[in-house]
C-alpha cells in the first residue's frame, strides 16, 4: 500500500520572503531592460551626431584645409561621400596639402596635380641638392597657381578622371606599410617646416 505524500505546509514567513525574491527579481529585470533601453537610445543619438558632424562639408573642410599631407589627402577621400566632395571642390584644401611640407617634389607634384612630367618641367621649381648626391626639384605655391590658372578646380577634377582611367599614372601607396611611411615622412618634412617658418619669424623679430 502507497502512503499518501505528506501535505505541503507553507509558513506566512516563507511565503512572504519567496513573494519579496520575486519582485525584486522581476524589478531588477526590469530595470535592467530599461537601462539597455537608454543605452541604445544614447547610443543611437551619438550616431546620429557624429554623422551630422561628418557629412557637415564645411565643417569638414575647415577640418582638413591645412592639416593634412598628400598620403592623408588620399585617405579622406576614402571616408564617405561627403569628404570625397570637399577633397574634390574645395581648392583651399588642395592648396593646404600641397603648402603642408613647405612643398612638393616633382613625383608627388605629379601625382596631387594629375599632370604630366613635360607639364610639371614648365612650371615654377626650385632646385635642391639631395644629401645622398644628385638633386631634385622643388614645387611651391607659384606652380599651385599657375596650374590652377589653367580652368581652375573643374579641370583638375577633369584631369584625375583621366589619370584614374589610365594605367601609366603611378598611384598612391596602398599598402598599409607603404602608406605608413608616406605619412611619417610628410609628417618629418612638416615638422621641419615649421621650424623653419619659426626661424624666420625669430630672425624677423630681431
Known amino acids: 500500500m502507497v502512503a499518501a505524500p505528506a501535505p505541503c505546509c507553507i509558513r506566512g514567513g516563507d511565503a512572504h520572503i519567496s513573494g519579496l525574491e520575486i519582485n525584486s527579481k522581476a524589478a531588477e ?64 584644401v588642395l592648396r593646404g596639402v600641397a603648402a603642408y611640407q613647405g612643398g612638393l617634389t616633382k613625383g608627388v607634384f605629379m601625382k596631387l596635380f594629375a599632370v604630366s612630367s613635360q607639364e610639371a618641367d614648365a612650371l615654377p621649381r626650385a632646385k635642391r641638392l639631395r644629401f645622398g648626391g644628385g638633386h631634385y626639384f622643388l614645387y611651391r605655391a607659384d606652380a599651385v597657381d599657375a596650374v590652377l590658372a589653367a580652368g581652375g578646380i573643374k579641370a583638375w577634377r577633369d584631369r584625375l578622371r583621366v589619370s584614374c582611367k589610365s594605367p601609366c599614372i603611378a598611384r598612391w601607396p596602398s599598402q598599409q606599410s607603404g602608406v605608413r611611411l608616406s605619412s611619417q615622412q610628410e609628417e618629418r618634412l612638416r615638422a621641419r617646416e615649421l621650424q623653419r617658418r619659426a626661424w624666420g619669424l625669430i630672425r624677423a623679430g630681431k
Open 29 to 92: 529585470d526590469n530595470w535592467r531592460v530599461r537601462v539597455g533601453d537608454m543605452n541604445a537610445n544614447k547610443g543611437h543619438r551619438t550616431r546620429i551626431a557624429i554623422d551630422a558632424v561628418v557629412s557637415d562639408v564645411n565643417l569638414v573642410a575647415l577640418i582638413l584645409a591645412g592639416n593634412i599631407g598628400p598620403s592623408g589627402f588620399a585617405a579622406a577621400s576614402l571616408v564617405c561621400k561627403a569628404w570625397l566632395s570637399v577633397c574634390r571642390e574645395e581648392e583651399r
